[in-house]
């Protein structure tokens, strides 16, 4: 797999990634910084009842997030290709649902820690969490808005998949269209071999490498390909 990536990919493109990859890397300290906010208000027992709600939304979402994955992975696991039972019936993809409100959760527990002791140093560290949070929850809105326009071509013809979206939620998503999409054309008896075969890589790169693989949108398709190899991509509820 990782040598097909590879193969794929444009020349020089580690070096034109280096931008996006410093990106990642400034992201993930803002989602951190809350961290930072709320070792000031250990103490402050005024804004407890307040933070111990927001930590355990956070700790819900995360819950929501972690046995998503867990029941998408057993169900693909035993043959499965779309899954709508469990958590999935009500939420289409609990995983990034549950990771937007864990996020969200942890920023705003900055903002009440940060209310409890204001100081400039504490003002710097939550605007950092407001960009971790505004950041990581448009990675999470794009990742779904790609899923459900991927389920919908793939599903969109089919009753039960009609059915599942009416009674269930995306959850926050940015540019998908769910409805009014065609299902995939089955492929003419003529079909050549080299069109399975690149539909079989296409199908592996996806698997491997698609949980983000709407991470950051606008991406060129070869290089989210192979960004998006190792990335937490596989946890859409669809093959």
Request: with cysteine; glycine share 12%; hydrophobic share 45%.
């Amino acid at each position: 797999m990782r040598e097909r990536v590879e193969q794929r990919a444009p020349a020089g493109a580690r070096a034109k990634r280096l931008p996006f990859c410093l990106s990642c890397g400034v992201l993930y300290l803002c989602m951190a910084a809350p961290l930072a906010v709320t070792a000031t208000a250990a103490a402050a027992k005024k804004a407890a009842p307040v933070l111990t709600g927001l930590v355990t939304l956070a700790y819900a979402g995360w819950l929501v997030a972690a046995l998503g994955d867990l029941q998408k992975t057993l169900a693909k696991a035993a043959g499965a290709k779309l899954v709508t039972t469990g958590l999935y019936r009500r939420l289409r993809h609990p995983n990034y649902t549950g990771e937007a409100f864990l996020w969200g959760a942890s920023a705003a527990v900055s903002l009440v820690a940060a209310a409890v002791k204001p100081s400039l140093a504490t003002a710097g560290w939550v605007a950092l969490s407001g960009l971790g949070c505004a950041g990581i929850q448009f990675v999470l809105a794009m990742a779904t808005g790609g899923l459900e326009r991927r389920q919908a071509e793939k599903y969109g013809d089919l009753p039960e998949y009609k059915g599942w979206i009416k009674g269930s939620w995306s959850g926050p998503m940015l540019g998908g269209k769910p409805t009014g999409s065609k299902a995939k054309k089955p492929k003419e008896a003529g079909s050549s071999g080299d069109d399975e075969e690149e539909d079989g890589e296409d199908a592996m790169l996806e698997e491997a490498g698609e949980g983000e693989g709407d991470l950051v949108a606008d991406l060129a398709q070869d290089d989210m390909d192979e960004l998006m190899a190792d990335s937490f991509e596989s946890d859409d509820s669809d093959d």
